[in-house]
């Protein structure tokens, strides 16, 4: 007897061996026919059927008396086109009056109003000390509760937007959405069917603060729309079905047995809200845009003002290629621009319409013509001037580099459909870009040192043309006859227009513009 048990045994570890334990399809047996035992004495029995894996018209009846309540809400959550208004909407029922005056003043219509009465230059700062005081009311707690009470909205939506009617569908293929003057007919549907509705449905349960006070939000949507879509007292009742619900583990229950995995874990997923400090970060950053879109234009104002001044009417655009033509398609694709542009442009033409003009007249009857006492002040005046001639070729040379066809032009051109997939095109390109913006940064920075330097020097020689004894020139009114205009009258045109074209150099170059 002993013999035949040694040998039962045996051949049982031998097949275990080979074809793996059953004892632990045994004990998953058991613990589904325990879960069984327990979900056929709760109250939700009637929702699921083992025998034959059932979800019975029951369980969709529970679904679609949720659904029927909560469908106006599901309806005006759908209908918000930018569900940021739900932050917005959270904060400002979070903020007291004298804050919402404070917020006022930093929207782009009340900066515009204030920019009448306060120079754009002080704006600026008195946009900085308002933002500071709003944001001087978001307190550690206060913050707290505004992201709580966003994260109460949030999980409020997100159940009111479950897709009720996709999972009632399955149980009844006629029915239709939103339509609740119908009577469903529910059939009896394979659990496995609804499995994954079922686990998106308790997900969503799970990550609701059922226990917490629903006062303010209600409050909040109430004001929002003007009517409840769905009124406290329905939500709190909702509410108290599904911590029943939650506290019986039923659908729980019925996934472990639909899916025969007794240790089927759903995963929470955490619910974080963070809405304050991006909120008061972009509302200090769209007060900012404004103000700089001010000084951009207030400088573009200025900036056309001047160039009619010193060109008059004519088309100021003379470089072809360094241009912001390119900068939508450099700022689309995370590329720096050409940042120096405007103000390498107009001296350019400087140097085409006045220094080759204007101040080449002026040059050829004062330098060459005059009787100078000292040549102390002819050299540098013939150095400047040369160099600006020499520049102005420079220029041209440099605008046909980043040509499409110049080195450097091409050199973008053939990398720039690289930049999206190739992070070391994009590297180069901005290298080019780079020294190219610091070719240009020296042209018109040190050009116009030269520019400046020359007009002291023309102030220096009006000064002594009004001498009644010059000390530099000792045969001006002999020059005279030389120059269609008296040279007093020209020497003053041109250092008014080295003026404007110092303070057109300035307003390009001032703070946000290059």
């Known amino acids: 007897m002993e013999s035949k048990k040694t040998s039962s045994n045996f051949f049982k570890k031998l097949i275990e061996s080979l074809f793996g334990s059953s004892d632990a399809d045994a004990e998953k047996r058991r613990q589904l026919k325990l879960i069984n035992k327990r979900f056929s004495k709760s109250r939700y029995s009637k929702f699921y059927k083992r025998s034959g894996n059932e979800a019975l018209p029951a369980l969709a009846k529970f679904i679609y008396e949720i659904y029927k309540v909560i469908y106006p809400a599901q309806t005006m959550f759908q209908a918000m086109q930018n569900h940021n208004i739900l932050k917005r909407l959270v904060i400002e029922f979070s903020v007291p009056d004298e804050q919402k005056k404070l917020e006022e003043q930093l929207t782009e219509e009340k900066i515009i109003e204030m920019s009448k009465q306060i120079p754009l230059a002080n704006i600026k700062a008195h946009i900085t000390k308002i933002s500071a005081q709003y944001s001087d009311f978001f307190t550690l707690e206060k913050i707290t509760a505004i992201d709580n009470l966003y994260k109460q ?112 874990v759903l995963e929470i997923p955490t ?68 940042v120096y542009a405007q103000p390498l442009n107009y001296l350019k033409l400087f140097l085409l319409e006045v220094m080759k003009r204007d101040m080449r007249e002026y040059y050829d009857i004062v330098v060459i013509r005059g009787q100078w006492e000292s040549q102390a002040l002819t050299t540098p005046f013939s150095e400047g001037y040369n160099q600006l001639l020499a520049v102005s070729e420079q220029i041209t040379a440099f605008d046909a580099t980043v040509a499409e066809d110049g080195a450097t032009g091409l050199k973008i051109k053939t990398l720039l459909p690289k930049t999206e997939r190739d992070s070391g095109s994009k590297n180069i390109i901005n290298r080019l870009i780079d020294e190219a913006n610091e070719t240009a940064y020296e042209y018109v920075i040190e050009s116009t040192k030269n520019i400046v330097s020359i007009g002291k020097i023309i102030k220096t020689l009006i000064e002594d043309q009004t001498k009644q004894k010059p000390e530099l020139i000792t045969n001006w009114k002999e020059l005279d006859k030389y120059s269609e205009v008296p040279l007093k009258d020209a020497g003053l045109a041109l250092y008014k227009k080295i003026y404007l074209f110092t303070t057109l150099i300035k307003t390009c170059l001032s703070q946000g513009n290059a």
């Open 271 to 338: 619910v974080s809200a963070n809405i304050v400090e991006p909120y008061l970060d972009g509302l200090r950053d769209a007060a900012e845009k404004t103000v700089r879109k001010m000084m951009e234009d207030e400088r573009n104002s200025k900036a056309n003002d001047l160039t009619v001044q010193l060109f008059g009417e004519i088309d100021t655009q003379i470089l072809k290629n360094y241009t912001d033509a390119l900068e939508s398609t450099f700022t689309r694709k995370g590329l720096k621009t050409y």
């Open 153 to 264: 909205m949030t999980v409020f939506k997100d159940f009111c937007t479950f897709d009720f009617y996709f999972l009632l569908k399955k149980f009844d293929k006629s029915i239709h959405e939103g339509d609740f003057n119908t009577p469903p007919h529910f059939e009896k549907v394979n659990a496995e069917y609804i499995n994954e509705n079922l686990k998106d449905f308790i997900t969503i349960v799970n990550t609701i603060p059922l226990d917490s006070d629903w006062t303010s939000l209600f409050k909040i949507l109430r004001e929002y729309k003007g009517v409840e879509p769905v009124t406290l007292a329905t939500w709190k009742k909702i509410v108290s079905r599904l911590q029943a619900l939650q506290a019986s583990q039923a659908f729980e229950m019925i996934l472990k047995m639909s899916t025969e995995n007794p240790l089927l």
